[in-house]
């Protein structure tokens, strides 16, 4: 699959890992938006060529703005900074922010 004028969304793309992914991406012809709320990652990681939007993977309305056109989801976003049973405990709300933020594609065909 060519990435060539595809519309793409990098969650967590301004954090270490989520920044050299946006950086392949927008060297291989992707148009790039990184959805990013700042908390561990920073704005300078962002790929001058990708579109920054700050705000949070919790927030739906965020979510569904940044989301709309999109053809491709990479979801890195993820918060690293609370103790591992807090963790746990909020995985099942992860997995449904995930579930928010990547449609159900593969029922269309």
Excluded: Y
């Excluded at 595809?6 to 969650?11: C, D, G």
């Excluded at 989520?18 to 959805?35: F, M, N, P, Q, Y």
């Excluded at 703005?65 to 999109?70: D, I, L, N």
């Amino acid at each position: 699959m060519g990435l060539t004028g595809k519309s793409i969304l990098v969650t967590g793309g301004a954090g270490f890992i989520g920044a050299h992914l946006v950086d392949s991406l927008v060297a291989h012809g992707g148009h790039v938006t990184v959805l990013n709320n700042l908390s561990t990652g920073v704005r300078r990681n962002v790929n001058s060529q990708a579109v920054l939007r700050v705000g949070d993977v919790e927030d739906d309305r965020v979510v569904g703005k940044s989301r709309e056109g999109v053809e491709i989801v990479f979801h890195l976003a993820a918060d690293i900074s609370r103790s591992s049973w807090i963790h746990l405990r909020l995985r099942r709300r992860h997995e449904l922010r995930t579930q928010v933020c990547v449609p159900n594609r593969f029922a269309d065909g």
